[in-house]
């Protein structure tokens, strides 16, 4: 966030998404949402699948907990989306967990 674009865009579209993974989510957007304080625009586009409201109550949840507005698209199937991110976050054990994930984003 040293030097962020003039607008940073983030597309989340995700098939699952637990406590954890909500709290990882939630911290990242948290800090990415700096880029509003150094006068830069912030856009988030959140697709979430017709049959999965949770995903959508989620998404709005994390939209009120760090007052971020969050542009909501439903969609049949997130694979058909022009720009499909599925973010999985795996086990802390995996050798591919970004361990250090937390403590960059506080």
């Known amino acids: ?14 098939e699952f998404l637990n406590s954890f993974n909500t709290l990882i989510l939630t911290a990242t957007l ?8 150094l006068g830069k625009s912030l856009r988030i586009h959140w697709f979430y699948e ?3 409201l949770d995903i959508y ?19 049949e199937d997130l694979t ?8 999985s976050w795996l086990i ?3 050798n591919l967990f970004p361990r250090n994930l937390l403590k960059h984003i506080k």
């Open 50 to 52: 017709e049959d999965d």
């Open 1 to 14: 966030l040293l030097n962020p674009a003039e607008l940073t865009k983030v597309t989340i579209a995700l």
């Open 30 to 37: 948290k800090k990415i949402s700096q880029v509003l304080q």
């Open 80 to 87: 058909g989306c022009w720009a499909f991110f599925c973010f």
């Open 92 to 94: 802390p054990s995996s």
């Open 57 to 75: 109550e989620r998404g709005e949840c994390i939209s009120s907990t760090i007052n971020i507005p969050i542009e909501f698209s439903v969609t």
